[in-house]
């Protein structure tokens, strides 16, 4: 969504939302019941129809809900299409800079550590202007959770170039495609962070079926129970799309989703080092480092000052 | 009773009375002339319980601040010029969601790398344009070690008050400077009032807080900014600080912050022992500059004298201020070189001849013998 578009949903209503229901009867006794997660509130979002953005907020609104810690939650919100999401979570948010969410996160985790703390970001501020600071609290094994955006694209001004788009991938900035000669390569986020010790849990979703939609939020709270549980900071990868600035239908666009990007993107588990027979990252850290006799934990390390 | 006198690094002494200011926070980045002040806090904070956390950079140093201060707690940053410049996106960030926090600088010479030698020519950057946008914040200029302790619990104080970033302008020389200091009673940051707008999770309790810098709607962000101002107009009315040496019946008028005061100070000193009527306005505070106490010369002033250590910024400050009634000159160094106060008083000496001025017998006042 283009930023003047913005300006049409200004005024949101500040009350204290009660758990929305709505039931539409069908024939044979059956209903459908349609139900506003506790965490989102009764607000109209700013998203383009069909954008996986207002998916992926209902997501992480519902595992707020299920962990029941929507009221010991801080949010923090990026900038891109989903800067006003400040205005939907019904939890606590922060407004954060472009890409430097990961650092405001660490300020609010570190002041409360019984706390849950995400960032919500997507690419351009994830993987390009915040770069530094997402691998530096991914590295210090900040115990935040991470919903990452990949769209491949910079939405909210209007379809520029990111640090995912695919090579020869057409977008305004490279109206030729994008020429790896010259722009370079895309970054693969979930492989990169997962080199780093900090990193408890990365993994891929997409959310193009009502399958891949269950099996994201099944990651989506793996991800906050890491951090709920102290093992270490965990990211979330969501391969996604931009149907406005794509210049395709929602269908179309998850079409060409699943045929250019997930070969690039391919989905699953990058690390989860509970997985791996570890208790917590230091642990997996100091397996991992295990010919390293200073950086074993003190401990094992008795005697060596 | 006997004072409890300590001898201290500028630098550690606005460490230790900020933890005695009761903050529990700090997040920087190394860089000279400020080092002894993150390793102090390196060394003292996991002790009291707190956070030392060095940021891979000042631009995430500055925003885990934000972060820090949303949450509710008292939090500092601290670096040097360069580092500094990087942190007026965050700062600009803080400002716009109205949230509370320090940030010091110890300024070293600029532009660019510059020089890591004492300078001032961070002034218009702290005074007028840190980072974009429609805003200020208060500015504490210390010239002491003293002062610098005191100046941090103020700070704190100002920022919570106004819910405004509070810069603490230092500069090398204060910072790597030693003197005796008597420390400030340390405040339990349990007791701190209370922050009902802070985002700590709403527990269930109310409608959730947010802390944003983001209004869409103009007539929204105008709003908020008219009131921000309207705060800025009640600082302004009360919240200059200023000290005043000899400027009672001072003919000519120095004006300096910092470290160039304690060389402006010595040179009235000089000046009067040879007869002229020299006087020095120290502006503690820069912004809100403290007009009301330059006010209190006008009625003897012949001529101001800016000192500083730079190519000529405060000065502006003090035009203005001045608005024509009388000359205003400046003089300073610059690039890391501190003026001497022989330079000084050459200027001083320069004015009242061109002014002819000086040279009184009767009403001339030496501080010794007043
Ligand atoms: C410092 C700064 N630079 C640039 C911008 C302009 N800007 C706003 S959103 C955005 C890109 C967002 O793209 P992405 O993170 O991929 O999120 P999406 O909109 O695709 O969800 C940019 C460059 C800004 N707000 N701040
Ligand atoms: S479709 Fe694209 S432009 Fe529209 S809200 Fe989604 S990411 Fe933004
Ligand atoms: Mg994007």
């Given at each position: 969504m283009i930023e003047k578009d913005l300006t049409a949903r200004a005024e949101n209503v500040p009350v204290i939302p009660a758990r929305s229901e709505e039931i539409i009867e069908l024939a044979e006794g059956e209903k459908i019941v349609k139900t506003r997660p506790?965490?989102?509130?009764?607000v109209v979002t700013n998203y383009c129809p069909g954008c996986p953005h207002g998916i992926m907020n209902r997501l992480v609104a519902e595992v707020l809900d299920e962990l029941d810690i929507e009221g010991k939650t801080i949010g923090v919100a990026p900038v891109g299409c989903s800067v006003m999401s400040y205005d939907f979570f019904g939890c606590d948010m922060v407004e954060a800079a472009h890409g430097r969410s990961p650092a405001v996160a660490t300020g609010i985790k570190r002041v409360h550590p019984d706390k849950v703390v995400f960032a919500y970001q997507g690419d351009g501020d994830l993987a390009s202007i915040g770069m530094a600071e997402t691998v530096h609290a991914a590295t210090r094994g900040e115990k935040i959770t991470i919903i990452f955006i990949n769209n491949a694209i910079y939405g909210m001004t209007g379809g520029q170039m990111a640090p995912?788009?695919?090579?020869n991938q057409v977008t305004q900035t490279s109206p030729y495609g994008r020429d790896v000669h010259t722009a370079g390569f895309p970054v693969r986020i979930c492989e990169l962070l997962s080199t780093l010790d900090g990193v408890a849990y990365a993994e891929r979703v997409c959310v193009d079926s009502p399958k891949s939609i269950r099996n994201a939020k099944r990651a989506l709270k793996k991800a906050f129970e890491c951090q709920i549980e102290g093992i270490g900071y965990s990211i979330i990868e969501v391969v996604s799309t931009c149907p406005t600035n794509w210049g395709m239908t929602p269908q179309k666009a998850f079409e060409w989703m699943r045929e250019n990007m997930l070969p690039y993107y391919p989905l699953g588990v990058y690390r989860d080092v509970k997985a791996d027979g570890f208790q917590d990252i230091y642990g997996a850290a100091a397996k991992r480092a295990e010919?390293?006799?200073?950086?074993?934990p003190p401990a094992a390390n008795e005697g060596s000052k | 009773m006997a004072t409890n006198k300590v001898l201290m690094k500028g630098n550690e002494a606005l460490a230790e009375a900020a933890l005695r200011a009761g903050c529990r926070f700090f997040f920087g980045y190394p860089i000279t002339p400020q080092t002894e002040l993150a390793a102090y806090m390196s060394k003292r904070l996991p002790k009291e319980g707190g956070t030392y956390l060095q940021a891979e950079s000042e631009v995430a140093a500055i925003n885990m601040v934000y972060g820090a201060a949303a949450a509710g707690a008292r939090a500092m940053t601290s670096s040097s010029s360069p580092g500094i410049s990087l942190k007026g996106e965050g700062v600009s960030y803080i400002a716009g969601a109205d949230l509370p926090c320090v940030i010091i600088n110890v300024q070293r010479g600029g532009p660019g790398l510059g020089s890591i030698q004492p300078s001032q020519s961070d002034y218009w950057q702290a005074t007028r344009a840190l980072g974009h946008g429609d805003f200020f914040m208060p500015v504490f200029a210390p010239s002491t070690v003293q002062e610098m302790a005191n100046c941090v619990y103020d700070a704190f104080n100002v920022a919570d008050k106004y819910r405004t970033p509070v810069m603490i302008l230092a500069d090398g020389m204060l910072g790597q400077m030693m003197e005796p200091v008597v420390m400030p009673e340390p405040i339990?940051?349990?007791?701190?009032?209370?922050?009902?707008?802070?985002?700590?999770?709403h527990g269930g309790e109310r409608f959730h807080n947010v802390a944003n810098s983001l209004y869409l709607v103009a007539s929204k962000l105008e709003e908020k900014n008219v009131e921000r101002f309207k705060r800025y107009e009640i600082i302004k009315a009360t919240e200059q600080r200023a000290e005043t040496f000899l400027c009672e019946d001072a003919e000519i008028v120095l004006v300096a912050f910092g470290a160039s005061a304690r060389i402006a100070h010595s040179a009235v000193v000089t000046a009067r022992e040879k007869g002229i009527r020299a006087g020095l306005v120290r502006p503690i505070t820069l912004w809100p500059f403290p007009v009301d106490t330059l006010a209190t010369t006008f009625d003897t002033a012949r001529a101001y004298l800016s000192v500083e250590m730079?190519?000529?910024?405060?000065v502006d400050d003090v035009r203005l201020a001045v608005n024509g009634r009388a000359p205003v000159e400046f003089f300073g160094r610059t690039g890391g070189i501190i003026p001497t106060p022989a330079e000084v008083l050459a200027q001083i000496e320069r004015i009242a001849a061109e002014k002819g001025l000086g040279g009184c017998c009767c009403t001339c006042k030496n501080s010794d013998e007043a």
């Open positions: 506790h965490a989102l509130l009764p995912t788009s695919l090579p010919g390293c006799p200073i950086a074993q | 339990d940051p349990a007791t701190l009032p209370e922050k009902p707008w802070a985002t700590c999770g730079n190519m000529g910024q405060m």
